[in-house]
């Protein structure tokens, strides 16, 4: 059992930058692949970030890739998103997620275990 609370969520204006930060319950927090969605109003949830349990692997959503950074620290259960040059389009609720497999996943039924969500948002 993984039990995840994000934190880090905000208002921001376009251009700026936030950090989400995601920490995990569980001895077995290492083992599991690390995802980041989000969810606008009146959309689906989409994929926005993934590392594999290692760090090994990191796939990006082409809508923010080189504008957003995942990484992990597994000696303090972590995850985190740095996220620059935010954009309007950037708005939505951001979702910790992981997956007891290990990879860098993709897709949501791929993963086990949501975090409550983080809202962020970014004025124009």
């Known amino acids: 059992q993984v039990q995840l609370v994000e934190s880090g969520g905000g208002l921001v204006q376009a251009g700026g930058s936030l950090r989400l930060s995601c920490a995990a319950s569980?001895?077995?927090?290492?083992?599991?692949?690390m995802g980041w969605f989000r969810q606008a109003p009146g959309k689906e949830r989409e994929f926005v970030a993934a590392?594999?349990?290692?760090?090994?692997?990191?796939r990006y959503a082409d809508s923010v890739k080189g504008r957003f950074t995942i990484s992990r620290d597994n000696a303090k259960n972590m995850v985190y998103l740095q996220m620059n040059s935010l954009r309007p389009e950037d708005t939505a609720v951001y979702y910790c997620?992981?997956?007891?497999?290990?990879?860098?996943?993709?897709?949501?039924?791929?993963?086990?275990?949501w975090g409550q969500g983080t809202q962020v948002t970014v004025s124009s």
């Open positions: 997620a992981a997956d007891h497999w290990g990879a860098a996943a993709t897709t949501n039924m791929e993963y086990d275990y």
């Open positions: 590392i594999s349990w290692s760090g090994s692997t990191i």
């Open positions: 569980g001895r077995t927090f290492r083992s599991y692949g």
